[in-house]
């Protein structure tokens, strides 16, 4: 069990199932901490590789931002390989060998890229679930559940702004055009708001006609902008 403190993750807690009770936590395991950020710069520099697979030790040769990393993790042996899901990049696995200098097999590659394989496998199934529970099936936005969800997590110390859009007279132009129309027009305004939104905002649909925005930390005068903008779109 690690606890994440700021940028650092440090390991608390351990669990060997294959070790008698009451024996004593490996030493070796005492005090392991590393930078988030140490590792999130590792992982972009494995994606940027044509590679899955990664031999990392001070005998094999890297890029210089691979190096960067490996000693800002403290990592001296390890062998590693990058996750993907949708063709991007989401982290990797690695087996770090916290004794001594140890020349990996091609037998524990293999092992390693299956493992990763199911792990690949079971988020893509994870994404997708997410993705259809959350997320409105017409215009693609954040769906009215997943909205609430977001706006009840915000911190409370946190500032955001919500923008509330209502669409005039939907009802309207569905019974004098069609309701095909009527989704065009959803669809568009949708991806307006899309186009208006930071990464780290929520657009949602709401209701039929209703949709929101979060923007947290956001100051008045971009979400006037952003107001704007949408009238005009």
């Known amino acids: 069990f690690f606890l994440f403190e700021g940028d650092h993750a440090t390991l608390v807690a351990s669990y060997l ?81 916290s004794n001594r200098p140890t020349s990996y097999t091609e037998a524990q590659g293999q092992w390693l890229r299956k493992l990763a394989g199911i792990l690949e496998l079971a988020l893509s199934r994870a994404f997708l679930y997410e993705s259809r529970v959350s997320t409105d099936a017409l215009t693609g936005l954040r769906n009215r559940r997943e909205f609430e969800r977001r706006l ?41 708001l899309q186009r208006s939104v930071r990464r780290g905002d929520v657009a949602a649909r709401v209701g039929g006609d209703e949709f929101a925005l979060i923007l947290p930390e956001t100051e008045d005068e971009r979400v006037v902008r952003i107001a704007d903008r949408i009238l005009v779109e």
Request: no cysteine.
């Open 152 to 192: 009840s997590s915000m911190s409370q110390g946190t500032p955001y702004a919500l923008v509330s859009i209502d669409v005039d007279k939907l009802k309207r132009m569905n019974d004098t055009f069609g309701h095909r129309a009527g989704d065009e027009l959803l669809r568009a305004l949708a991806a307006a």
């Open 17 to 97: 199932p294959d070790a008698p009770a009451g024996d004593q936590a490996d030493p070796l395991l005492e005090g392991v901490s590393f930078p988030l950020s140490a590792t999130a710069s590792l992982q972009a520099s494995m994606a940027r590789s044509d590679d899955r697979l990664f031999i990392l030790d001070r005998s094999t040769s890297v890029s210089p931002e691979v190096e960067t990393a490996l000693v800002a993790l403290n990592v001296d042996n390890a062998i590693a390989h990058l996750v993907r899901v949708d063709h991007r990049a989401i982290g990797f696995l690695a087996v770090v060998n």
